[in-house]
Every structure is written in structure tokens, then in C-alpha cells.
Nanobody
């Protein structure tokens, strides 16, 4: 059974910083790509950042230069450091990973953590 548990969300003023954490369990971490998504009210869920098992990273254009994704395999934890936050970053942030079971992709999601950025 795979579990992803996020933490670290909250209310912050524009220009501030937050660090999100996601702890994974269920033998799914060290060889897996880990990702952060977000979903704002009335909008589709979107990819924010992802990190491969080799540490390679990708970011959405809207967060490049402000957000940093990292992982600590020994702790089965992935982080999202968010700096220079803007009101448009307000959303529920979700941790995500996936694996293929009999060639079918199965996604796993955390419960989400709310990030609210006030102007």
C-alpha cells in the first residue's frame, strides 16, 4: 500500500516563502519520479515540478527560478521550497508518484496541503 503525506502548507504574504514536505511509504520512493502538482479553485490540476530518481528536475514555467524541488531518498521525502510567493500560487498542492502495474500506469496522490498567498 502506497501512502503520500504532505505537510508545510499555510498562509503567507506575497513575497514570502514556504517549504512543503511529502513523506512516502510503501516501497515506492528511491527509484520513482516524484512530483508536485497544484490545483486552484475552478482550475485544472497542473504540474508544478518533478524530480527523477537521478535528481534531474523539471519545472512549470510559472515557478522557474522561485521554486526548488529536492529529495532525500534515505528519508523517503520530497520537498518543494517555494520562494517569492505570489497570490496566483494559491492552491492545494499535491504530492504525486506513479508506477506501472502490468503495463498500466497507476498514480498515487497525497491528501493535499493548502497554500494561500495574500497580496
Amino acid at each position: 500500500q502506497v501512502h503520500l503525506v504532505e505537510s508545510g502548507g499555510g498562509l503567507v504574504q506575497a513575497g514570502g516563502s514556504l517549504r512543503l514536505s511529502c513523506v512516502a511509504s510503501g516501497n515506492i520512493f528511491s527509484n520513482n519520479v516524484m512530483a508536485w502538482y497544484r490545483q486552484a479553485p475552478g482550475k485544472q490540476r497542473e504540474l508544478v515540478a518533478r524530480i527523477g530518481s537521478d535528481g534531474s528536475t523539471n519545472y512549470a514555467d510559472s515557478v522557474k527560478g522561485r521554486f526548488t524541488i529536492s529529495r532525500v531518498n534515505a528519508e523517503s521525502t520530497v520537498y518543494l521550497q517555494m520562494n517569492s510567493l505570489k497570490p496566483e500560487d494559491t492552491a492545494v498542492y499535491y504530492c504525486n508518484t506513479w508506477r506501472f502495474i502490468r503495463a498500466v500506469r497507476t498514480d498515487y496522490w497525497g491528501q493535499g496541503t493548502q497554500v494561500t498567498v495574500s497580496s
